[in-house]
């Protein structure tokens, strides 16, 4: 599933911020979309994995996991945001990774900076969706808000999405 999205976003339609340490290694990565575009802006874009991804699994999980990104998860952006569209409206934070040995030493706060610049410049809100209860304080600590929560059945039990956003306009 990560590279159905990984692909068209870092090819065509997103923006890569990537930390390294001194001898050029790759210690974390930020991936998003920028107000406008989506993963999946084009038919060619959802052929660069995300099509691939659905053909390996069951029709049932076909099913799931196109309601969940067709219907479901846009529906629960869009209200916890309040705003329509507003994966599309917003810097949407898709990826965020730093390795274990470099966390906690400021790596991701430096990736999402370099975003919160672009995105004030515009006065775009910075979004995202996580499932994890313990990424809520560390984004929290970013400055985003927790904004909504919705527990998803799927065929293999409950995923739990908490919608997050941090505001880049002056209030």
Partial sequence: MAMGVLKPLVRVSGELYTARDEDG????????????????????????GFADFLSQIDEEGKEFQTHLFREVLPKFVDESLEMENGEKKTYW????????????????????????EKAKATGATMALITNSRENIAKYGKLGFK????????SPWGE?????????????
């Fill in 159 to 171: 995923w739990p999405y908490y919608c997050m956003a941090r505001e880049t306009k002056a209030s």
């Fill in 25 to 48: 290694n790759l210690i974390g990565f930020t991936v998003w979309a920028p107000p406008g575009r989506t993963a999946f802006d084009t038919p060619e874009q959802l052929e660069m």
């Fill in 146 to 153: 927790e904004l909504g929560e919705i527990d998803v059945k």
């Fill in 93 to 116: 934070c898709w990826y965020a990774m730093v390795r274990p040995d470099y966390q906690g030493k400021g790596i991701a706060r430096a990736l999402f900076s370099m975003v919160y």
